[in-house]
């Protein structure tokens, strides 16, 4: 038995997926605990369904669907804070050039933190901004790996596990999310999977929020063996791709899909070696999405979701770009190997840092990658990339990214 084979038989024996209702060919799931793995001692509260955290999947086949969701169940129970972790408490000044900030990983600009009461009043139940700390207080890190091979660094621990903090505690220096984090079938399939889920994050937040105009991809040139590409051209909806891959050279597709009248928005992002794969995984997402949207429309949609449907439309850049510019030939490149999105981080003098996330009980591996310079999926505005320029062939646009919707993914 191969070590993938263990480990989805490991998944099955843990938890428990539920398949939902097809859409078109895509097969949808999700994934819980299962009773055995809830009653071990600190298995952690973020990771159970109740605070709202359900880790979901999707695929071409039931099976397919299902590891998904499993994988992403894996991944949230293994990043989650059981309380056990291997800390260091100290101030900044104890642990010196080693330290990664909770300022410089959040990525909040002044202004940002200047209106965190406003802004978390408004989308707590999505995001949620800490106040501002004293470097002189101690606080617990994690040590993390240089990706590059160089000296360890430290990150604080509310940054690195889900679940430590919870919106609304005032003594969080950070609130930790999933961005970054993924499972593999080994050690490095993890830490590749967990880099591009950073790429992915930076690609997608910069041509949102910096509303850059992006070529499409003819949705004729992707491997329709599923029947994707036939239902989605059949069905009322419209659908778009685009091309948003970045400086970084990794293909990143992003899909949209609305009602004819550019209505009811639904969007799905992928990083992948290969952008044939990437159009196909985020057109997969985009579906996942249109779930999403079609469940809060029947029972009631939150805050977050009822501001989204009411402001994006297929008119809001840089959605709008849609019927304005050119196919790209992105999808006849050839698939990249399996380095090169740590060596495009590394011509880019991107920092990065990864951190085994694994727990035993799970046994499956698992890392998050940290980096302080790509962007977060969350608006978070002080990153210098956000609103950079690395296509100059495009006008870049220098918009004001506190005026553009929030992005829901």
Known sequence: MTAKDRSARKLEELFN???????????????????ALLKIPGFPR????????????????????????????????????????????????????????PEVLNGFTAAQLGDRIAWNERHRSFDWRPPRRDPATPIDWLAVEDAYGGPAAYVPADFAFIGRKETGDESAVAIGDSNGCACGADIESARHAALLELIESDASTRWWY???????????????????????GERERDTWLFDITSD?????????????????????????????????????????????????RALGPTASWAAWRQAVTM?????DAAHAVKHSPAT????????????????ADVALWFADMTRDVVGVPAVRAISPDLCHFKPRFARKRLLA??????????PNPEDQVTLLV
Do not use: Y
């Open 46 to 101: 973020a990771a159970r369904p109740v605070p709202g955290r359900m880790a979901s999947g999707r695929g071409f086949t039931a099976t397919g669907a299902r590891t998904s969701a499993l994988r992403e169940a894996a991944e949230l129970v293994s990043c989650s804070a059981w309380g056990d972790e291997q800390l260091v408490s100290a101030r900044d000044e104890e642990i010196g050039p080693a330290v990664l900030s």
């Open 389 to 398: 320029s690395d296509h100059p062939d495009l006008s870049p646009v220098l």
């Open 17 to 35: 997926a539920v398949e939902l209702p097809q859409r078109g060919p895509v097969r949808l799931a999700i994934a819980i605990p299962g009773a």
């Open 248 to 296: 970084l050279g990794v293909p990143v597709a992003a899909a949209a899909s609305s009602d004819p009248d550019g209505s009811d928005v639904a969007l799905g992002f992928a990083a992948r070696p290969d952008m044939r794969e990437a159009g196909a995984a985020a057109l997969t997402e985009m579906v996942q999405m249109e779930f999403s949207l079609a469940t809060v």
């Open 332 to 347: 006849k490149n050839k698939a990249l190997s399996p380095g090169a999105p740590l060596e495009a981080c590394a011509r």
């Open 315 to 319: 008119a809001l850049p840089p959605l």
């Open 210 to 232: 910096g509303r850059r105009r992006r070529p499409l991809i003819d949705l004729a040139l992707l491997d329709d063996a599923s029947g994707l590409v036939t239902w989605l």
